[in-house]
């Protein structure tokens, strides 16, 4: 495997009124103004921007950066970057789930981390570093904006309010990151299960679920059958339904009483920082 290997830019939208148009419920629309929210400093923040970063930046600091944002779809499975790759762009989600797995030497594989549209993919592009020893793939289809490395060192070298979202994204990102790897020790298969399920339809909006005996193998780090057995635990329970690559949850309710303590600690450091 090559260190240097990327796949190439993800293929764009082309929408009517020109490619910075900005979302609504999900779907690129044609240019449509902003809606504008009021806060109590009289900072306009930006609304139907669906990414939660992008989202709490004032109005006139996303005009100034809209220039620089792609509007793009990302397909599941598609590989953003392979281990070592350098980033030549970030990616903030919309409505696409990004995993980002650490691979062993014998192919095995684990998530380490989920990036939805309260994140984003490129954080050592801010902190310098360029690249992660990690493989970057899509895990659900959905819309991103893409914007080059260097715009974005160049953002984050500005230190105004997309410094600060950033910083503070980073800060959630290293909870997540420490509470998963408690969870992983401590915590039992299905209980993690629970966990990634939750994450992952607070991330995608939709309680269908795209995953395979595979995927979902390397997602907790075990192999097929504890992953299918999980999975089974938790359809028989009448928490989800799963058949043919396809997981739909049922009972939202259910999976938050079955889940760790893991799942609310994490949600509840981004909700701190990134408004819903």
Request: include cysteine.
């Amino acid at each position: 495997m090559s260190g240097k290997r990327q796949t190439s830019p993800a293929r764009q939208y082309r929408v009517p009124g020109g490619p910075h148009s900005l979302p609504v419920h999900g779907a690129w629309k044609g240019h449509l103004p902003a809606k504008e929210s009021i806060l109590p400093d009289g900072t306009q923040k930006v609304e139907f921007v669906r990414n939660r970063i992008l989202a709490g930046l004032p109005r006139k600091e996303y005009a100034r950066i809209a220039s620089d944002l792609v509007p793009t779809t990302l397909k599941a499975g598609q590989i953003l970057y392979e281990p070592g790759g350098t980033m030549q762009s970030a990616y903030f989600p919309e409505t696409a789930v990004v995993s980002i797995l650490s691979q062993a030497e014998d192919g095995t594989s684990i998530e380490v981390s989920l990036v939805g549209s309260e994140g984003v993919v490129g954080v050592p592009i801010v902190l310098k570093s360029h690249a992660l020893p990690y493989r970057v793939v899509v895990q659900g289809a959905g819309t991103a904006w893409r914007m080059k490395a260097d715009v974005l060192r160049r953002e984050f070298d500005r230190c105004g309010p997309l410094h600060k979202l950033l910083l503070h994204y980073v800060h959630a990102l290293i909870v997540q990151l420490a509470q998963s790897s408690a969870c992983n020790q401590f915590h039992t298969t299905r209980q993690r299960l629970c966990r990634w399920l939750l994450a992952s339809e607070d991330l995608s909006g939709s309680n269908e679920l795209r995953s395979t005996q595979e995927f979902l193998s390397q997602m907790l780090g075990v192999n097929r059958g504890s992953a299918n057995q999980a999975a089974g635990s938790l359809q028989r329970a009448g928490l989800i339904r799963y058949r043919r690559g396809r997981i739909t949850i049922l009972n939202r309710a259910g999976l938050e009483t079955a889940t760790c303590e893991c799942y609310r600690i994490i949600r509840s450091e981004f909700d701190r920082f990134f408004r819903r």
